[in-house]
């Protein structure tokens, strides 16, 4: 059973899913919680505005946890230094935590909450120090959609998500993909990103514009060398006229493409989860026009080497190579 309160994932994905306008009993349907868990978790952190965004509820609700009990430091010096050294590395404050707990199960002087983590790093900032840099912020605003209608043309021949196998579902095996595009300032320039559902591996590519030629080539430049032909199962994608060459995708990958239903984007949430992560490094007024490949890549080896609590806080670089390793078997 999920515990009380909502992770942050489940967060991200009720925001998703508020602008279509479903009832409180369909999202907790989709979340696997109670109704009234989702009814608390919209009384108790939406905004002023009544607006509900999943980075400012995840922060009320840690500051509430801190809240409510007696502040801690970090019990040594050595235990501050690990700390520290995840924070520079961008990792949050939960990953560097459950880490501890996971490689020194016997030494209770190197476990620490994240909650006394992030007094650790409120305390720095105070002092003009920069740990909170190392923080995630931020989420792309969306627009309602409850009552627009598609505007965009429907590709042809396209094949349904709920035509997708239902192994894909259950995210048992390293190969099936989400896939999607986000946008630089101005519309100068995109990045292609694709995000395999188990290991949460990323790989992505540079395009110049948003057009399909280019996210046919981006495609073929984020898979090559990089993921093995027999781990290209399937990939779920929007339906973004980018997406149109789909059939020379198939074609040169020899993959399954499958399209999400029109602003259903829960039925791609890893991908989404994964953009807005990626968004940290290219926030939405990055210009990337001057984005190299080189660039891009360091921020998604960042990624694919954080420790992930849905991976029982092991890295996707790890779980992916696993998946390759069992090839070889």
């Known amino acids: 059973m999920p515990g009380s309160h909502l ?15 479903l009832s409180q009993t369909e999202m907790a349907r989709r979340l696997g919680r ?15 505005s009544g607006r509900y965004r999943a980075v400012n509820a995840q922060r009320r609700y840690a500051a509430r946890r801190m809240a409510c009990r007696p502040a801690h430091k970090l019990a040594s010096p050595v235990l501050c230094s690990v700390v520290e050294e995840g924070l520079r590395k961008e990792w949050s404050p939960e990953q560097i935590a459950d880490t501890l707990a996971l490689e020194f199960p016997e030494e209770k002087a ?47 021949d396209r094949v349904l998500i709920h035509e997708r196998p239902a192994i894909v579902e259950t995210q048992e095996r390293v190969g099936d993909w989400e896939g999607d595009t986000i946008i630089g300032k101005n519309h100068k320039g995109a990045v292609a990103t694709f995000v395999d559902r188990k290991s949460l591996f990323l790989v992505a590519a540079v395009m110049p514009d948003k057009s399909a030629g280019e996210l046919y080539t981006a495609a073929l430049t984020a898979y090559h060398g990089t993921v093995p032909r027999r781990l290209r199962h399937t ?65 998604v ?7 992930r609590k849905k991976l029982d806080y092991r890295t996707p670089a790890q779980v992916f190579k696993e998946g390759i390793v069992a090839l070889r078997v």
């Open 34 to 48: 109670s109704k009234s868990t989702v009814s608390r978790e919209l009384a108790r952190n939406a905004g002023p």
């Open 301 to 307: 080896d960042k990624l694919n080497n954080r420790p």
């Open 110 to 156: 190197m476990h620490v909450s994240h909650e006394t983590i992030y007094g650790h790093v409120y305390a720095n900032k105070k002092r003009g120090g920069t740990l909170h840099r190392g923080l995630r912020h931020g989420r792309k605003k969306r627009r309602n959609r409850s009552h627009s209608k598609e505007r965009r043309g429907i590709i042809k």
């Open 235 to 299: 990939l779920t994608v929007d339906n973004g006229k980018e997406f149109a060459n789909f059939k020379d995708i198939e074609h040169a990958l020899d993959i399954d493409i499958y399209f999400a239903q029109p602003y259903c984007s829960w039925q791609r949430g890893i991908n989404e989860n994964t953009n807005g992560l990626l968004r940290q490094y290219l926030p939405k007024k990055t210009d990337f026009s001057t984005l190299t490949p080189e660039e891009l890549q360091t921020y």
């Open 7 to 21: 992770s942050a994932f489940e967060r991200v994905s009720l925001e998703t899913m508020l602008p279509f306008g």
